[in-house]
């Protein structure tokens, strides 16, 4: 039988760094919407995509306020501590975040625990997808 180690790329990255760059919930969100685009992506779409799961509404309902509010924490901190560890590229001059070799398979294990962890009553705005800073 193969293990779930035979199967999948390793994430190039000591586990204490995955631990850490997964440990808060933008940065998640910021895993998994790189895992989406080879493309490099701004901090401000990521704050508005970001702020529409926060405080579930379409993205086209956020507010200034509240991509505002995402927008400062991802650029004065999280954007990068995830270069610092390697998940991801970010050009502090031109607010663009690309990813890195560490992007898909971190994202793949956050969406692996994600689905394992999930229950319909922890459907809300507090379980994974959190407001935490």
Do not use: W
């Amino acid at each position: 039988m193969m293990s779930d180690v035979d199967c999948c790329p390793a994430i190039p990255l000591d586990p204490v760094d995955v631990f850490e760059a997964i440990s808060n919930s933008r940065r998640r969100r910021v895993i998994l919407s790189l895992s989406r685009s080879n493309d490099p992506v701004s901090a401000s779409d990521l704050a508005v995509e970001i702020a529409a799961r926060e405080n579930a509404v379409d993205p086209s309902q956020v507010t200034g306020e509240q991509r505002t509010r995402v927008y400062i924490g991802l650029t004065q901190g999280h954007l990068e501590k995830l270069d610092d560890l390697g998940v991801a590229q970010y050009d502090d001059r031109s607010k663009q975040v690309k990813p890195t070799d560490a992007t898909n398979p971190l994202a793949r294990q956050i969406r692996r625990i994600t689905t394992e962890c999930y229950t319909p009553a922890e459907d809300s705005a507090e379980s994974v997808g959190g407001t935490e800073r």
